[in-house]
């Protein structure tokens, strides 16, 4: 989690399956550990170090979600040979449930991201899922997610929709911004699928470099993140 990321809260009262408005938000920058309105505690995952002689360097940690909640990474992948979606559920060890991977048609990064989003929460409700965290390094789509469906650009009006009525079949969720660094395993999955339909991975049947992925994120690997100067 960037600790200077924009975090995104919702209000308890309104998070019932049955509520037909999303839950009130509010924004604040995280500096230390707190407790949001939905009584999710937010421990702090970095950085943990900042070296004084490269001052653009920090270290971060995959931030684990606290039980109940199940956390959901997801990325959205832009390149010439088109795009690609992928995210992960892990529960509050960092054991893997699922995770997916699809392509997509090509359309504007944070719109992409946020049907990487989309995608994940129809994943994570198949999975019988009722709490969850919505983890990812794209703070375009967290505003979106989070902002009302008329403040959205119309390209991303209708995957917004579909991600606010998914919301709502959730008992709680929060959404959060997390580093770059350490969303590896959602941007490795966004660029695993180039043709056919959405493939949904058991951890079994995990790539190998997934997996090392999945298990460093699980015991704290520090991640490197370097800022350019100036």
């Keep these: 989690m960037d600790r200077y990321g924009v975090i995104v809260t919702q209000q308890p009262n309104l998070l019932q399956e049955n509520t037909r408005s999303l839950p009130t938000t509010r924004r604040h920058i995280l500096v230390q550990q707190e407790v949001n309105s939905s009584g999710y505690s937010k421990p702090s995952y ?14 971060y940690k995959w931030p684990k979600p606290q039980a109940p909640f199940v956390v959901l990474n997801t990325d959205g992948s832009v390149r010439e040979d088109g795009c690609g979606v992928g995210g992960i559920l892990r529960d509050h060890n960092g054991d893997p449930l699922v995770a997916f991977a699809a392509k997509c ?7 992409v991201e946020l049907q990487a989003v989309r995608t994940g929460l129809y994943v994570a409700l198949s999975q019988g899922v009722r709490y969850i965290l919505i983890n990812i390094d794209c703070t375009d789509a967290i505003a979106c997610i989070c902002s009302p469906l008329t403040f959205c650009n119309p390209i991303a009006r209708e995957i917004v929709e579909d991600i606010h009525k998914f919301l709502r079949m959730f008992t709680l969720w929060d959404c959060s911004h997390l580093v770059r660094e350490t969303n590896r395993g959602a941007d490795f999955l ?3 699928v180039r043709e056919g339909p959405m493939k949904i991975l058991q951890p079994w049947d995990f790539p190998s470099k997934l997996t090392q992925i999945v298990k460093e994120d699980k015991f704290g690997c520090m991640y490197v993140r370097v800022k350019s100067q100036g």
């Design 190 to 192: 966004s660029k695993f």
């Design 46 to 59: 970095g950085p943990y170090y900042l070296d004084s002689s490269k001052p653009h360097v920090s270290y």
């Design 105 to 111: 048609e090509k359309m504007p990064v944070y719109v």
